[in-house]
């Protein structure tokens, strides 16, 4: 997405949980702990992957994804279809999508990445690509040999 930017990959801290797992630091039952409200979310906004579940290995994993921020006030919280995050993108200022990773037969759920989305990442954007531009300009105008 283009506007996406602050993000944060817990895919290390997944890799741990796992790990701790096969090393019976941790039981299964542990991590696979999803809330009802979590495991409907995957079955009704969730988007499959063809990754399987890392502990039961039955089902394909889903990723759902969660819209937290002032502007969406009571929608704050909700799970939203991807399809639906670059209209949001275009609309809000400003927002946080979690992605959670959610097996809808034995429960394992890991929180997998956060970011930020909005308009206001889109005019920083244009702002940098609008200053290279002057940059690179001025300095073709001054006879130098400008670089990209």
Aim: glycine share 6%; charged share 25%.
């Amino acid at each position: 997405m283009r506007t996406q930017r602050q993000v944060v990959d817990y895919s290390l801290q997944r890799r741990a949980v796992l790990r701790d797992v096969r090393n019976g630091r941790i039981g299964a039952l542990e991590v696979c702990d999803a809330s009802p409200y979590l495991r409907n979310a995957a079955t009704y906004h969730g988007e499959p992957t063809d990754e399987r579940c890392p502990i039961c290995r039955r089902d394909n994993l889903t990723l759902v994804h969660y819209v937290y921020g002032d502007e969406l006030k009571q929608s704050a919280g909700q799970a939203r279809k991807l399809a639906e995050l670059p209209v949001l993108a275009m609309t809000l200022r400003e927002f946080q999508v979690f992605v959670v990773e959610v097996c809808r037969s034995c429960a394992w759920n890991q929180l997998i990445e956060r970011y930020v989305l909005g308009r206001d990442g889109q005019a920083t954007d244009e702002l940098l690509l609008a200053s290279s531009e002057t940059l690179w300009t001025a300095a073709a105008s001054h006879g130098g040999e400008a670089r990209r």
